[in-house]
Nanobody, 121 residues
């Protein structure tokens, strides 16, 4: 059974940094795709980044500012977020068990509870 737990969210000023973590327990982790999505109030959940067999993919809006990494010993993926902007404010979700197009939320079958990121101007 997959269980994802995110942490690391918080309030930060524009230009600041945060690092999100997602621990994936209950299954073999090292070979599985993992993803990060976010959802702002009143908006649909959107793709942020994913680590798959093809490498790491990023949304254009975060490319060059966010970096996704993973530690297979700790069964953890990270999202390092630098140069944060107010428009990055959202609840950030970790996802696993990919069954379709990586940038589509409906392609992922397991989700964490989310962690709030708020960027003040």
């Amino acid at each position: 059974q997959v269980q994802l737990v995110e942490s690391g969210g918080g309030l930060v000023q524009a230009g600041g940094s945060l690092r999100l973590s997602c621990v994936d327990s209950g299954r073999i982790f090292s070979s599985d795709a993992m993803g990060w999505f976010r959802q702002a109030p009143g908006k649909e959940r959107e793709f942020v980044a994913a680590d798959t067999w093809r490498g790491t993919l990023y949304a254009d809006s975060v490319k060059g500012r966010f970096t996704m990494s993973r530690d297979n010993v700790k069964n953890t993926v990270y999202l390092q977020m630098n140069s944060l902007k107010p428009e990055d404010t959202a609840v950030y979700y970790c996802a696993s068990v990919l069954g379709g197009m990586v940038r589509q939320p409906e392609a992922w079958n397991s989700w964490g509870q989310g962690t709030q990121v708020t960027v003040s101007s």
